[in-house]
Protein backbone atom coordinates (compact mmCIF):
# COMPACT_ATOMS: atom_id res chain seq x y z
CA UNK A 1 0.00 0.00 0.00
CA UNK A 2 1.75 3.71 -1.05
CA UNK A 3 0.89 7.16 0.50
CA UNK A 4 2.33 9.51 -0.47
CA UNK A 5 6.41 9.41 0.38
CA UNK A 6 5.64 5.63 2.36
CA UNK A 7 5.03 2.01 1.36
CA UNK A 8 3.46 -0.24 3.47
CA UNK A 9 3.86 -4.02 3.76
CA UNK A 10 2.72 -6.85 5.61
CA UNK A 11 5.51 -9.64 6.30
CA UNK A 12 4.97 -13.67 7.13
CA UNK A 13 7.00 -15.69 9.00
CA UNK A 14 7.03 -19.40 10.07
CA UNK A 15 5.13 -18.33 13.73
CA UNK A 16 5.11 -14.67 13.62
CA UNK A 17 3.99 -11.43 11.21
CA UNK A 18 5.50 -7.63 10.74
CA UNK A 19 4.59 -4.30 9.50
CA UNK A 20 7.14 -3.04 7.61
CA UNK A 21 7.16 0.80 6.35
CA UNK A 22 9.94 1.83 3.46
CA UNK A 23 10.94 4.66 1.74
CA UNK A 24 8.75 4.99 -1.72
CA UNK A 25 12.39 7.29 -3.18
CA UNK A 26 14.53 4.38 -2.65
CA UNK A 27 12.76 1.41 -1.00
CA UNK A 28 14.87 2.14 2.06
CA UNK A 29 13.28 0.26 5.49
CA UNK A 30 12.20 3.32 7.85
CA UNK A 31 10.77 0.90 10.52
CA UNK A 32 9.65 -2.55 11.84
CA UNK A 33 6.78 -3.52 14.00
CA UNK A 34 6.53 -7.58 14.82
CA UNK A 35 2.90 -7.63 15.88
CA UNK A 36 1.76 -10.83 15.82
CA UNK A 37 2.76 -14.38 17.08
CA UNK A 38 0.59 -16.77 14.67
CA UNK A 39 0.68 -20.55 16.35
CA UNK A 40 2.29 -23.40 15.07
CA UNK A 41 -0.43 -25.13 13.63
CA UNK A 42 -1.15 -22.08 11.50
CA UNK A 43 2.66 -21.51 10.60
CA UNK A 44 3.88 -22.63 6.59
CA UNK A 45 7.18 -22.95 5.13
CA UNK A 46 8.31 -20.01 3.04
CA UNK A 47 7.78 -21.89 0.18
CA UNK A 48 3.79 -22.78 1.07
CA UNK A 49 3.48 -18.82 1.25
CA UNK A 50 3.67 -18.40 -2.41
CA UNK A 51 1.18 -20.91 -3.23
CA UNK A 52 -1.65 -20.72 -0.12
CA UNK A 53 -3.26 -17.96 1.65
CA UNK A 54 -1.40 -16.36 4.33
CA UNK A 55 -2.14 -14.59 7.43
CA UNK A 56 -1.15 -11.28 6.02
CA UNK A 57 -2.86 -11.68 2.66
CA UNK A 58 -4.52 -8.44 3.60
CA UNK A 59 -3.58 -5.71 2.39
CA UNK A 60 -3.41 -2.28 5.34
CA UNK A 61 -5.31 0.58 5.17
CA UNK A 62 -4.63 4.17 5.98
CA UNK A 63 -6.63 7.48 6.83
CA UNK A 64 -3.07 9.61 6.55
CA UNK A 65 -2.76 9.29 10.35
CA UNK A 66 -3.78 5.53 11.38
CA UNK A 67 -2.79 2.43 9.56
CA UNK A 68 -4.86 -0.66 10.22
CA UNK A 69 -3.43 -4.08 9.65
CA UNK A 70 -5.66 -7.67 9.84
CA UNK A 71 -3.60 -9.93 10.21
CA UNK A 72 -4.45 -13.83 11.53
CA UNK A 73 -7.24 -13.17 14.08
CA UNK A 74 -5.76 -10.02 15.17
CA UNK A 75 -6.60 -6.39 14.25
CA UNK A 76 -3.82 -3.81 14.38
CA UNK A 77 -3.64 -0.28 14.66
CA UNK A 78 -0.52 2.14 14.48
CA UNK A 79 0.33 5.32 14.29
CA UNK A 80 2.41 7.29 11.36
CA UNK A 81 5.45 6.00 13.03
CA UNK A 82 4.64 2.20 13.80
CA UNK A 83 3.80 2.90 17.65
CA UNK A 84 1.02 0.38 18.65
CA UNK A 85 -2.50 2.73 19.13
CA UNK A 86 -4.63 -0.64 20.13
CA UNK A 87 -5.04 -4.09 19.26
CA UNK A 88 -8.44 -6.19 18.40
CA UNK A 89 -8.69 -9.92 18.52
CA UNK A 90 -11.70 -10.94 16.72
CA UNK A 91 -13.17 -14.10 16.85
CA UNK A 92 -11.84 -16.08 13.02
CA UNK A 93 -11.57 -19.72 13.01
CA UNK A 94 -9.99 -19.98 10.02
CA UNK A 95 -6.84 -17.63 10.65
CA UNK A 96 -4.50 -19.96 8.54
CA UNK A 97 -7.39 -19.50 5.50
CA UNK A 98 -5.98 -16.25 5.29
CA UNK A 99 -7.71 -13.34 5.84
CA UNK A 100 -11.41 -13.00 3.69
CA UNK A 101 -10.43 -9.57 2.60
CA UNK A 102 -8.57 -6.34 3.39
CA UNK A 103 -9.75 -4.11 5.99
CA UNK A 104 -12.15 -1.30 4.65
CA UNK A 105 -11.33 2.53 6.73
CA UNK A 106 -15.06 4.30 6.20
CA UNK A 107 -16.56 7.05 8.42
CA UNK A 108 -14.86 6.70 11.33
CA UNK A 109 -14.87 2.93 10.90
CA UNK A 110 -12.37 -0.13 10.70
CA UNK A 111 -14.89 -2.67 8.43
CA UNK A 112 -13.03 -6.03 8.61
CA UNK A 113 -14.43 -9.05 6.80
CA UNK A 114 -13.81 -12.75 8.68
CA UNK A 115 -14.22 -16.11 7.43
CA UNK A 116 -15.67 -18.25 10.08
CA UNK A 117 -18.27 -17.47 11.54
CA UNK A 118 -18.90 -15.45 8.18
CA UNK A 119 -19.40 -11.16 8.65
CA UNK A 120 -18.57 -7.79 8.44
CA UNK A 121 -17.66 -6.18 11.92
CA UNK A 122 -17.09 -2.85 12.08
CA UNK A 123 -14.65 -1.54 14.79
CA UNK A 124 -14.81 1.95 16.01
CA UNK A 125 -11.43 3.60 14.50
CA UNK A 126 -10.33 5.22 17.35
CA UNK A 127 -10.84 1.88 19.68
CA UNK A 128 -11.47 -1.06 18.06
CA UNK A 129 -14.79 -1.44 20.16
CA UNK A 130 -17.62 -3.25 17.53
CA UNK A 131 -19.63 -0.63 16.90
CA UNK A 132 -21.84 -3.72 14.86
CA UNK A 133 -21.85 -6.96 13.38
CA UNK A 134 -23.23 -8.00 10.05
CA UNK A 135 -23.92 -11.51 9.39
CA UNK A 136 -23.23 -13.06 6.06
CA UNK A 137 -24.34 -16.41 4.45
CA UNK A 138 -20.85 -16.64 3.21
CA UNK A 139 -17.92 -14.15 3.32
CA UNK A 140 -17.01 -12.12 0.93
CA UNK A 141 -13.15 -11.94 -0.54
CA UNK A 142 -13.84 -7.84 -0.80
CA UNK A 143 -14.90 -5.46 1.86
CA UNK A 144 -18.54 -3.20 1.46
CA UNK A 145 -18.74 -0.14 -0.52
CA UNK A 146 -19.66 3.43 0.70
CA UNK A 147 -22.81 4.86 -0.95
CA UNK A 148 -25.38 7.51 -0.37
CA UNK A 149 -26.52 6.98 3.23
CA UNK A 150 -24.61 3.93 3.43
CA UNK A 151 -22.78 0.73 2.77
CA UNK A 152 -23.39 -1.39 0.03
CA UNK A 153 -22.50 -5.21 0.18
CA UNK A 154 -22.50 -7.47 -2.69
CA UNK A 155 -22.66 -11.60 -1.84
CA UNK A 156 -24.23 -14.60 -2.62
CA UNK A 157 -27.66 -13.64 -1.49
CA UNK A 158 -27.55 -10.93 -3.21
CA UNK A 159 -26.78 -6.85 -3.34
CA UNK A 160 -27.95 -4.91 0.09
CA UNK A 161 -27.53 -1.68 1.31
CA UNK A 162 -26.57 -1.14 4.78
CA UNK A 163 -27.35 1.60 7.12
CA UNK A 164 -23.91 3.18 8.47
CA UNK A 165 -24.96 3.74 12.17
CA UNK A 166 -26.48 0.04 12.68
CA UNK A 167 -25.71 -2.05 10.66
CA UNK A 168 -28.99 -2.91 9.45
CA UNK A 169 -29.91 -4.54 6.18
CA UNK A 170 -32.02 -1.38 4.60
CA UNK A 171 -32.84 -3.26 1.35
CA UNK A 172 -31.96 -6.60 -0.48
CA UNK A 173 -31.75 -7.17 -4.39
CA UNK A 174 -32.35 -11.02 -4.13
CA UNK A 175 -32.84 -10.97 -8.23
CA UNK A 176 -28.92 -10.30 -8.21
CA UNK A 177 -27.01 -13.24 -6.87
CA UNK A 178 -23.64 -12.17 -6.79
CA UNK A 179 -19.86 -13.63 -6.53
CA UNK A 180 -19.29 -14.04 -3.06
CA UNK A 181 -15.15 -14.47 -4.53
CA UNK A 182 -15.14 -11.44 -7.18
CA UNK A 183 -15.84 -7.65 -6.01
CA UNK A 184 -18.18 -5.89 -8.12
CA UNK A 185 -17.09 -3.23 -10.46
CA UNK A 186 -17.79 -0.10 -9.21
CA UNK A 187 -18.38 2.83 -11.19
CA UNK A 188 -19.82 6.46 -10.79
CA UNK A 189 -24.12 5.82 -10.69
CA UNK A 190 -23.84 1.88 -11.49
CA UNK A 191 -22.22 -1.13 -10.56
CA UNK A 192 -21.45 -3.77 -12.69
CA UNK A 193 -22.14 -7.57 -10.45
CA UNK A 194 -20.23 -10.71 -11.09
CA UNK A 195 -22.73 -13.52 -11.56
CA UNK A 196 -22.09 -16.82 -9.57
CA UNK A 197 -21.51 -18.35 -12.84
CA UNK A 198 -20.92 -16.21 -15.61
CA UNK A 199 -20.91 -12.31 -17.08
CA UNK A 200 -22.32 -9.34 -15.18
CA UNK A 201 -25.36 -7.59 -14.24
CA UNK A 202 -25.43 -3.59 -14.05
CA UNK A 203 -27.40 -1.97 -11.37
CA UNK A 204 -28.26 1.59 -11.14
CA UNK A 205 -27.22 3.26 -8.37
CA UNK A 206 -28.18 7.01 -9.19
CA UNK A 207 -30.84 7.08 -6.47
CA UNK A 208 -31.19 6.46 -2.78
CA UNK A 209 -32.31 2.99 -2.12
CA UNK A 210 -33.30 0.21 -3.99
CA UNK A 211 -31.90 -0.08 -7.56
CA UNK A 212 -32.70 -1.58 -10.62
CA UNK A 213 -31.27 -3.64 -13.14
CA UNK A 214 -29.72 -1.62 -16.20
CA UNK A 215 -28.53 -4.88 -18.27
CA UNK A 216 -26.75 -8.28 -18.19
CA UNK A 217 -24.18 -10.15 -20.06
CA UNK A 218 -22.58 -14.00 -19.72
CA UNK A 219 -20.67 -13.22 -22.83
CA UNK A 220 -17.60 -11.98 -20.79
CA UNK A 221 -17.64 -15.80 -19.33
CA UNK A 222 -16.77 -16.87 -15.70
CA UNK A 223 -15.16 -12.86 -14.01
CA UNK A 224 -11.67 -13.77 -12.52
CA UNK A 225 -11.64 -10.34 -11.09
CA UNK A 226 -13.13 -7.24 -10.69
CA UNK A 227 -13.26 -4.70 -13.91
CA UNK A 228 -10.69 -1.76 -14.41
CA UNK A 229 -12.56 1.55 -15.25
CA UNK A 230 -10.54 3.75 -17.73
CA UNK A 231 -12.16 6.36 -19.49
CA UNK A 232 -15.72 5.09 -20.79
CA UNK A 233 -14.77 1.40 -21.17
CA UNK A 234 -14.19 -1.42 -19.06
CA UNK A 235 -11.78 -4.41 -18.71
CA UNK A 236 -12.24 -7.27 -17.16
CA UNK A 237 -10.18 -10.65 -16.78
CA UNK A 238 -11.94 -13.87 -17.52
CA UNK A 239 -11.21 -17.25 -15.91
CA UNK A 240 -9.72 -18.57 -19.44
CA UNK A 241 -7.32 -16.49 -19.72
CA UNK A 242 -8.88 -13.60 -21.93
CA UNK A 243 -8.68 -9.72 -21.51
CA UNK A 244 -12.10 -8.56 -22.66
CA UNK A 245 -13.23 -4.76 -23.34
CA UNK A 246 -16.86 -3.58 -22.29
CA UNK A 247 -19.13 -1.00 -22.81
CA UNK A 248 -20.47 -0.32 -19.67
CA UNK A 249 -23.67 1.69 -21.15
CA UNK A 250 -24.85 -1.35 -22.32
CA UNK A 251 -22.42 -4.72 -21.39
CA UNK A 252 -21.46 -4.88 -25.20
CA UNK A 253 -18.63 -6.26 -25.48
CA UNK A 254 -16.11 -3.77 -27.37
CA UNK A 255 -12.57 -6.81 -28.09
CA UNK A 256 -10.96 -9.17 -26.54
CA UNK A 257 -7.63 -10.33 -26.43
CA UNK A 258 -6.08 -14.31 -25.18
CA UNK A 259 -3.12 -13.73 -22.94
CA UNK A 260 0.22 -15.84 -22.81
CA UNK A 261 -1.48 -20.02 -21.12
CA UNK A 262 -4.99 -18.75 -21.60
CA UNK A 263 -7.18 -21.85 -20.56
CA UNK A 264 -3.66 -23.19 -18.76
CA UNK A 265 -5.31 -24.00 -15.21
CA UNK A 266 -1.61 -24.16 -14.10
CA UNK A 267 -1.46 -20.45 -14.78
CA UNK A 268 -2.03 -18.20 -11.22
CA UNK A 269 -3.21 -15.36 -12.30
CA UNK A 270 -2.97 -12.20 -10.58
CA UNK A 271 -5.34 -8.97 -9.90
CA UNK A 272 -4.12 -6.40 -12.94
CA UNK A 273 -4.55 -2.69 -12.55
CA UNK A 274 -4.98 0.27 -15.30
CA UNK A 275 -2.82 3.33 -15.13
CA UNK A 276 -2.51 6.72 -17.20
CA UNK A 277 -3.82 4.28 -20.35
CA UNK A 278 -2.16 1.10 -19.94
CA UNK A 279 -3.05 -2.18 -18.93
CA UNK A 280 -0.62 -4.15 -16.25
CA UNK A 281 -1.41 -7.91 -16.00
CA UNK A 282 0.59 -10.47 -14.02
CA UNK A 283 0.61 -13.75 -13.42
CA UNK A 284 2.32 -15.80 -10.49
CA UNK A 285 5.51 -16.69 -12.23
CA UNK A 286 6.64 -13.42 -12.42
CA UNK A 287 5.65 -12.29 -16.24
CA UNK A 288 3.64 -9.15 -17.00
CA UNK A 289 1.76 -8.54 -19.85
CA UNK A 290 1.10 -5.05 -20.71
CA UNK A 291 -1.42 -3.91 -23.26
CA UNK A 292 -3.13 -0.67 -24.60
CA UNK A 293 -6.48 0.16 -22.54
CA UNK A 294 -8.82 0.28 -25.59
CA UNK A 295 -11.11 -2.26 -27.69
CA UNK A 296 -7.89 -3.48 -29.73
CA UNK A 297 -6.27 -4.26 -26.59
CA UNK A 298 -2.44 -3.50 -28.39
CA UNK A 299 0.06 -5.28 -27.37
CA UNK A 300 2.63 -3.14 -25.52
CA UNK A 301 5.23 -5.46 -24.14
CA UNK A 302 5.91 -8.63 -22.01
CA UNK A 303 8.14 -9.03 -19.32
CA UNK A 304 8.94 -10.80 -16.52
CA UNK A 305 11.22 -10.27 -13.08
CA UNK A 306 12.66 -13.49 -12.92
CA UNK A 307 10.81 -14.66 -9.55
CA UNK A 308 7.24 -15.34 -8.75
CA UNK A 309 5.27 -12.51 -8.15
CA UNK A 310 3.04 -12.68 -4.70
CA UNK A 311 0.85 -9.80 -4.02
CA UNK A 312 -1.28 -7.86 -7.19
CA UNK A 313 0.91 -4.59 -8.34
CA UNK A 314 0.39 -0.96 -7.35
CA UNK A 315 0.59 2.51 -9.44
CA UNK A 316 1.24 5.62 -8.26
CA UNK A 317 1.98 8.72 -9.42
CA UNK A 318 4.49 7.48 -12.69
CA UNK A 319 5.71 4.64 -10.17
CA UNK A 320 4.71 0.95 -10.75
CA UNK A 321 5.23 -1.30 -7.32
CA UNK A 322 5.81 -5.22 -7.84
CA UNK A 323 5.97 -7.83 -4.99
CA UNK A 324 8.05 -11.34 -5.38
CA UNK A 325 8.77 -14.03 -2.91
CA UNK A 326 12.01 -12.10 -1.81
CA UNK A 327 11.62 -8.24 -3.07
CA UNK A 328 9.68 -5.10 -3.62
CA UNK A 329 10.60 -3.88 -7.25
CA UNK A 330 9.66 -0.14 -8.39
CA UNK A 331 9.74 0.44 -12.00
CA UNK A 332 9.91 4.05 -12.74
CA UNK A 333 10.93 6.12 -16.32
CA UNK A 334 14.11 7.41 -16.31
CA UNK A 335 15.48 5.36 -13.13
CA UNK A 336 18.53 3.84 -13.00
CA UNK A 337 18.78 0.53 -11.90
CA UNK A 338 20.02 -0.51 -8.61
CA UNK A 339 20.62 -3.60 -6.64
Same mark, same amino acid.
Not at 153 to 178: M, N
Not at 183 to 201: D, I, K, N, S, Y
Not at 256 to 262: H, S
Given at each position: ?????? =???????????????L???????L????? /??????????? /????? %?????????V??G !??L?? $???S?????D?????L?? !????????????A? %?P??????C &???? !??P??I?? &?????G????????E? @??G??????????? *??? %??? $??G? #?????????? &???????? #? =??P?? &????????????????????R????????T??? *?????????????? *????????E???????G??????????GA??? /????I?P?? +??????LP????????L????S???I @???????????A? +? @???????????SA??C????A????
Amino acid at each position: MVWDDR =IFLTQPEEFSASVLCLSRTDGRLLWRRDV /SRIEPSFSRSP /SARLT %SPSHCDATPVTDG !RRLVA $LMGSVVWCLDWDGEELWQ !REVVNRDPAGGPAA %SPVLWNGLC &LVVL !RDPARIEA &LDLSTGETRWTLPLEK @ATGFGPKSAVGGLL *VSG %SAG $LRGV #RKASGEVDWL &LESVPASA #R =IEPTW &LPRAALVPGTVQGFTAVNLSRKGRPTVLWTNAA *VGSVAGPGLVTGNR *VFVLNDAGEVVCLDPRGGRVLGRRALPGAGEV /SVNRIAPIA +AAGVLYLPDGSGSVTVLEARPSLDLI @AANSVGEPLTAAP +A @ASDGDLFLRSGSALWCFREGATPSD
